[in-house]
Structures are given as structure tokens and as C-alpha cells.
């Protein structure tokens, strides 16, 4: 009997979030048959946020193969954006002005929506609102990015377009433009999960550690998935939360994986003072993006690779960050710094930037959520909220967005 989801290494190196603190989750393994309401398959940040949503409401269980938060959640630089892997000109000639809109406005209100949870749950993740630089690169130069603020700031997205001087007058660098942006934020999304995950418990949500799903069957009345622990999970409804280990069967038209790489510095690395509340990122292929973390380390990554498997090895684990930090000293060079940490991973990427949020084919009363890209935080939040719309028999305005 083969699991319902592939199992794919999904990251190697260490790091930065295996070493925070407050990352206990109230975990057990299944020791009998359990009923509920809903099934969540997968203990990372977008089951978590998944659980949390759910459990206000429903009867939960959430269960992964892994420990929880120990899958592709360790391997997120946890830059939140609105902002969407394709531009807003480009994912307008994609799929249209009117999808492109309503999408880039639904990325920008669950960064908010995203803020406010973190807030009234009280939760201790490093959360800071930050503003974004998008740099030209060599994808998307001054021309390109001049237009897409335009566009931005037709919908009310705040962005502003910085000409070469100005760019270099406000940030001391030197590229022929730039876009900044506000709304962003940063965090832990270890101690992000985690307290979400231990909120949903608080709600009566039960979570499942090391259970593996091995057989998914529908009936009239809701689903049954057979285990690894010899007992069966019966729920009205499943959401597959599983990042890039795909449930088997659903189709993932234009998407695929990859391989990714990142590192973290030293800490109380002496950066220029914009730096701290400043989100970056490039228009080039492949593209540099990095941040400060709350204690003065610099966070980068980059350099990805179209092989899903390429992230495994060590060597070019190596080699990957070196260049990562070759380019960090080209674009700061006043910046000293030694890299602490280093890791890879496997990550998704569609056609259109958006991810894949939509109910499973050939199995009733099950959903799939697929967060492909660069904003898979961002796109966890807008998961929560059209599955719980659904869930509750409602329906979420934007859904369509996200049926690849």
C-alpha cells in the first residue's frame, strides 16, 4: 500500500529556525481509530494555519509523517509578501486584467489578515511590518518596473518607482531602478507554526506525530484515510496541506518543483539602518532576496535550479551559498559578514505564481492545497479562508483564482 502523498527530502543543511526557541507542539502518535470533522494532512505552516481556521468551528486532526514544522517550513526565509512571483503586468497578460487584480488584492489583504491573526493569538514570532525593494535585474529592468508600479498604484497598492539616484541616494545602491513597496513583514515561521499549531490544540484540535496516510477512500459520508499506525482516521472532509510533496492523483497543470538555496550570517552584522525594516528582492533569473532577522543577522537566498532533487547534495550546498554571498558583498559591499547557517530546499513554482487551492478529483469531500512560489506563507492564510468558507458552506468570492 503506497501513501497518499509521495515522500520527497525535502530540505537539507541546517537551519536557522531548527535552533529557535518555543517550538513545542503537543504531538502523539495515533494508539487508536479516530472520528472528526476534518482531517488536516500535514503539521506545517499551511496545516497549521489550516488547523487554526478550522478548529474555531470543527472537530480537527492534524497529522503528518514527520514531526511538525520539520518539513519545507524549515526552509522558508519567511519574507512575507503581497507582492506575486509574476509581476502584475505579466500575470495580467497571463490570465487577464480582471484575475490579476482581484489576485494581487487578495495577496495584499491576507498579509494583513496574516498581521491581525498574529496579534489577537498573541503569538511570539518575530513579526515586523517591512516595506520591499524590488530591484531591476536582468528578467526585469527600469523600464519593466517602471510600468508595474504604475499598475500597482492604479489598484492602490502601495508602490513607488525610484529612478538610478534615487535609488542610490535613499539606499546606496547602484541599479538602474527599483520599486518600493509597503505592507510587507517578516518572521520566525518555525514559532509562527508552532503557535498556531498550539492554539488550534487549545481550540480541541488533535495532532498526529509520526502518522503517515497510506490510503484515502470516499464515500457518501466523508472520507476514510488508512495509516502506518494500523488505524484509520475517519473524517467529514480532508485538506491536504503537504507543500511540494503533491497528493497523488491531482493535477498540477505548469507546475513543478525546484531547488533552493539559502543562508543566514552571523548575528549583530553592522547593515545600513534602512536594512532592518527593508525587505529585498530582484528582478533577475535567478533572482537574490534577502532580510535582516530581529537579532542582526542577514538572511538571503536564491540561485534556485529547475532539478527537484538538485538541493540534496552537500557540495553544492556549499557552492550555492557562496555565490548567494558573493552576491550579497556585490550589492552591500560596505557589509561585513561570516555565513552561520546554511540549507536547501525543494519549492514549487507554477505558471502564474499562484498556487493550487481546490477540491481533490475523484475523491469526494477532500481538498488539496499546493502553495507554489515565493509567497507560500501568504498563500496559507488565503488557504484557510477559502477552505473554511467552503467548509462552512459558504463560498469565497476569489476561489476561482486558485484552480490551476
Excluded at 323 to 347: N, Q, S, T
Aim: net charge neutral; proline share 6%; with cysteine.
Amino acid at each position: 500500500m503506497t501513501a497518499v502523498t509521495p515522500k520527497r527530502d525535502l530540505r537539507t543543511g541546517r537551519s536557522l529556525w531548527a535552533d529557535s526557541s518555543g517550538l513545542g507542539v503537543p504531538a502523539r502518535p495515533l494508539g487508536e481509530a479516530v472520528v472528526c470533522d476534518v482531517a488536516v494532512v500535514g503539521a506545517g505552516i499551511s496545516g497549521a494555519f489550516m488547523a487554526h481556521e478550522l478548529s474555531r468551528d470543527h472537530a480537527v486532526v492534524v497529522l503528518d509523517r514527520r514531526p511538525p514544522l520539520t518539513g519545507s517550513t524549515m526552509a522558508s526565509t519567511a519574507m512575507l509578501q503581497w507582492e506575486i512571483d509574476l509581476p502584475l503586468t505579466v500575470l495580467s497578460q497571463r490570465i487577464g486584467p480582471d484575475k490579476a487584480h482581484r489576485a494581487y488584492r487578495r495577496s495584499w489583504a491576507a498579509v494583513g489578515a496574516l498581521k491581525r491573526i498574529v496579534a489577537d493569538e498573541g503569538i511570539r514570532c518575530g513579526l515586523k511590518d517591512k516595506a520591499a525593494l524590488y530591484l531591476a535585474g536582468d528578467a526585469y529592468g527600469r523600464r519593466a518596473l517602471d510600468l508595474e508600479a504604475e499598475a500597482r498604484t492604479a489598484l492602490g497598492l502601495d508602490s513607488v518607482f525610484l529612478g538610478p539616484s534615487n535609488l542610490r541616494e535613499q539606499f546606496g545602491i547602484d541599479r538602474t531602478g527599483a520599486i518600493l513597496s509597503q505592507g510587507a513583514a517578516s518572521a520566525d515561521p518555525a514559532r509562527l507554526a508552532a503557535g498556531l499549531l498550539r492554539r488550534a490544540a487549545t481550540a480541541g484540535a488533535r495532532i498526529l506525530s509520526p502518522v503517515e496516510a497510506l490510503q484515502a477512500a470516499s464515500d457518501p459520508e466523508g472520507v476514510t484515510l488508512l495509516t502506518d499506525a494500523g488505524h484509520a482516521v475517519r473524517a467529514r472532509q480532508v485538506v491536504f496541506c503537504c507543500g511540494y510533496e503533491f497528493p497523488r492523483g491531482v493535477p498540477t497543470p505548469g507546475a513543478e518543483v525546484i531547488s533552493t538555496w539559502a543562508l543566514a550570517t552571523n548575528p549583530r552584522v553592522r547593515c545600513p539602518a534602512w536594512l532592518r525594516d527593508t525587505l529585498v528582492w530582484e528582478g533577475s533569473d535567478p533572482y537574490l532576496y534577502l532580510r535582516m532577522g530581529g537579532d542582526g543577522r542577514l538572511i538571503a537566498g536564491g540561485e534556485d535550479e529547475a532539478d527537484p532533487e538538485a538541493h540534496a547534495g552537500p557540495k553544492k550546498l556549499k557552492r550555492k551559498c557562496a555565490a548567494i554571498a558573493d552576491k550579497l558583498r556585490r550589492l552591500l559591499p560596505a557589509v561585513e559578514f561570516e555565513v552561520d547557517y546554511a540549507w536547501a530546499g525543494a519549492f514549487g513554482e507554477s505558471a502564474t505564481g499562484l498556487p493550487s487551492i481546490a477540491p481533490v478529483p475523484d475523491l469526494d469531500h477532500a481538498w488539496a492545497v499546493m502553495g507554489f512560489g515565493g509567497n507560500g506563507i501568504t498563500y496559507s492564510v488565503i488557504a484557510s479562508q477559502i477552505v473554511g468558507a467552503a467548509l462552512r458552506g459558504g463560498a469565497d468570492a476569489d476561489a476561482d483564482l486558485y484552480r490551476l
